[in-house]
C-alpha cells in the first residue's frame, strides 16, 4: 500500500530534548535517594513512560512508577529553563513538505500530553501536527501498537498505510505490532543495532530521507 500518514516519535525524533531529559533524571534519582546510575542508563530509558522508568533502571526493586514520575516533573519545570530548545536540522521543513504534499501527521510519543503540547507550540510546528498522544492517553505505553491505533481510529487512517518514525526499539516495536511501515533514526537516543534488531523496515540518518522512503516504488 502507499503510505498515506506519518506517526513521529517526538524526543528523539523531532526534538533533541536528550540532556534536559537526562539531568532531570539524575535529580529525580538524587531526590528519591535512590542507587546512582550512569547517563547512558538514563538516556536508555528515553521512549519509555515515565512510570516504566524504574522498573528499567532498577530492576527487581520496589519502586513507585507514579512517584518517580511526579518527582521527575516537577523538576523537569524547574531545570527547563536552563535549556535551549530546538529541533533536529530539517525537521520544520520535512514537517512543512508532509502537510503541502497532502500526508496525515501525528506525534506518538511517551512524554506527557501537556509537555507535548508546550514543545509543539514553543517548536512552532503545532500548526503542522494533526493530532497528539502522549504517555498518559493511553492505557500501554510504548511498544504497545495501542498509541498507533488510538491514532488511526480517530484521524480515519489505515495502519498499512502508515509510516511510523521513531529513534528508539520501542518506536519499531510499536509500529510493527500496528501492521504499520517502519523508520528507524540513527541521530537520536537510539543505535543502528538496536533499531535494526527492532525489525526497522527503513534506517535513515537524515530526517529529510523520509522523502525516499515515500516516493520508492510499491513493492
Not at 19 to 39: E, G, K, Y
Not at 148 to 173: C, M, N
Request: charge should be negative; proline fraction near 5%; hydrophobic fraction near 40%.
Amino acid at each position: 500500500m502507499n503510505i498515506r500518514n506519518v506517526i513521529f516519535d517526538f524526543d528523539g525524533t523531532l526534538a533533541d530534548t536528550a540532556s534536559l531529559i537526562v539531568t532531570t533524571m539524575q535529580a529525580a534519582v538524587s531526590r528519591l535517594n535512590l542507587p546512582p546510575v550512569s547517563d547512558e542508563k538514563c538516556r536508555a530509558t528515553i521512549g519509555l513512560r515515565l512510570t516504566d522508568v524504574p522498573e528499567t533502571l532498577y530492576p527487581g526493586k520496589s519502586i513507585s512508577g507514579e512517584h518517580f514520575a511526579e518527582t521527575y516533573r516537577s523538576l523537569f519545570y524547574e531545570l527547563k529553563p536552563g535549556f535551549e530548545e530546538r529541533c533536529f536540522p530539517g525537521v520544520h521543513e520535512i514537517l512543512s513538505y508532509l502537510s503541502d504534499a497532502g500526508y496525515g501527521i501525528a506525534i506518538a510519543s511517551s512524554r506527557s500530553h501537556r509537555s507535548l503540547d508546550e514543545y509543539c507550540r514553543s517548536l512552532s510546528i503545532d500548526g503542522l501536527i494533526g493530532m497528539i498522544v502522549g504517555g498518559d492517553d493511553v492505557t500501554s505505553g510504548k511498544p504497545s501498537p495501542e498509541p498507533v491505533y488510538i491514532i488511526a481510529d480517530s484521524l480515519g487512517w489505515i495502519p498499512e498505510e502508515t509510516l511510523v518514525v521513531g529513534d528508539a526499539a520501542v518506536d519499531i516495536l510499536m509500529g510493527k505490532a500496528a501492521g504499520a511501515t517502519t523508520c528507524g533514526v540513527t541521530y537520536g537516543n537510539g543505535t543502528i543495532g538496536e533499531l535494526q534488531e527492532a525489525g526497522a523496515d527503513h534506517v535513515i540518518d537524515r530526517i529529510a530521507d523520509i522523502k525516499v522512503i515515500l516516493h520508492r516504488p510499491v513493492q
